[in-house]
């Protein structure tokens, strides 16, 4: 038969292809240095098996960050005066609520408005709200406390605002006018002129 398969008409399902012998002279035709160059570590055997985020010997990236100071730092934030993240909640997240619901911190995360109690919250000023509410959050906005008292809700807060504390300038002392400038040297000559008038009367 012309279509039997036999050992001498047996080939395979792809061609084979010729792996690359790297390192034999520039007749390999992979040439003289075989795709690796001159010299360097690249160029050595196992060069390319360094671990993912290796940077040649120096710090690394992942080992620099955390010795970053500030509020940058993981162990600052969010949590004491390092505070730096607020979870928003817009006044249009709101109007789904009824009259008259007290909106608490565990009402929000019920409805998926925040994700977590433990992280502040601010209510900010995006949208519109007819519905008279009374809002419990760390922070507002003032065009959201605007909203929400037009409304005829009103909002509390759960920590009480950071007074900035206005900076205290030194006053310079204000230089002689022009016109005390005559009286001023009319004093100097008499104090001058005393000592003189106490040795011709001695």
Do not use: C, W
Not at 118 to 135: A, Q, R, Y
Not at 160 to 172: D, H, I, T
């Amino acid at each position: 038969m012309a279509n039997e398969l036999t050992l001498s008409n047996l080939s395979p399902a792809q061609p084979r292809k010729n792996r690359k012998r790297v390192g034999r002279g520039p007749g390999s035709g992979n040439g003289r240095y075989s795709g690796r160059g001159i010299k360097g570590q690249k160029s050595r055997s196992g060069s390319h098996m360094m671990r993912a985020g290796f940077e040649g010997g120096q710090m690394p990236i992942y080992m620099r960050v955390p010795k970053l100071r500030g509020n940058t730092s993981k162990d600052a934030m969010p949590v004491g005066p390092f505070r730096t993240y607020q979870q928003p909640v817009n006044v249009r997240d709101l109007e789904q609520f009824d009259n008259g619901t007290d909106v608490t911190l565990e009402l929000l995360k019920q409805h998926g408005l925040i994700t977590r109690t433990s992280v502040d919250v601010k209510i900010l000023g995006d949208g519109e709200l007819t519905k008279k509410l009374t809002v419990s959050a760390h922070a507002a906005s003032g065009s959201a406390r605007v909203k929400i008292e037009a409304a005829g809700g009103s909002i509390a807060l759960l920590r009480e605002p950071k007074v900035k504390k206005k900076a205290v300038r030194k006053v310079k002392p204000v230089a002689a006018d022009v016109d005390d400038a005559p009286e001023v040297e009319a004093v100097a000559e008499v104090q001058a002129a005393t000592p003189e008038t106490e040795e011709a009367g001695n």
